[in-house]
């Protein structure tokens, strides 16, 4: 029961090695992978050090329980044990990729600008450029802004086109 407790402290403190050394070891199986062509592309995520951690001490503690509280042998404590490891290995690395997957939604770009409102807060002389204030994902923003005619202060205006990502091109709106 000493060695399944051991290992089970084991995967604990890898677990605290890899938040201080997150990274680390997915560096090391990537430089690995380079050697091989980019074999181990598929192993990506399952041996980051969570993963391992949660595998050693799932292994480690559900033996010793399995031993002590169950009067298992060595062996089938340790069968029991690596069959829970797994299952949390893989529940491990799931949490983890579902953290970290990258459809979620994009950040806002200027682009997404085009056909909203705004306001104009300095205004907009024929050929210069004034200010409007728009809202970007919720959050207001304020963009130089160019117009075909004279805008006026407090004037609602549309976004025609993103010049760049400090400066529209609006018209007004006509009500």
Do not use: H, N
């Amino acid at each position: 029961m000493g060695w399944f407790l051991g290992l089970g402290s084991a995967g604990l403190v890898l677990l605290a090695l890899s938040l201080v050394f997150d990274g680390l070891l997915e560096g090391f199986f990537d430089s690995i992978g380079g050697a091989f062509g980019g074999g181990l592309d598929v192993l990506d995520g399952v041996l980051s050090l969570p993963v391992i951690a949660g595998f050693v001490s799932a292994l480690g503690f559900t033996g010793a329980i399995a031993t002590g509280a169950a009067g298992a042998g060595v062996v089938a404590a340790t069968l029991t044990g690596v069959a829970v490891g797994v299952l949390v290995a893989w529940l491990t690395w799931r949490f983890s990729r579902a953290l970290l997957r990258d459809g979620a939604a994009p950040a806002p770009r200027g682009e997404d600008l085009t056909g909203t409102s705004g306001a104009v807060v300095t205004a907009i002389p024929a050929d210069g450029y004034g200010e409007v204030l728009l809202y970007l994902a919720g959050q207001p923003v304020k963009y130089a802004a160019k117009a075909a005619e004279p805008v006026a202060r407090g004037a609602e205006v549309w976004v025609e086109s993103v010049l760049s990502p400090t400066s529209v091109t609006v018209r007004p709106v006509e009500r």
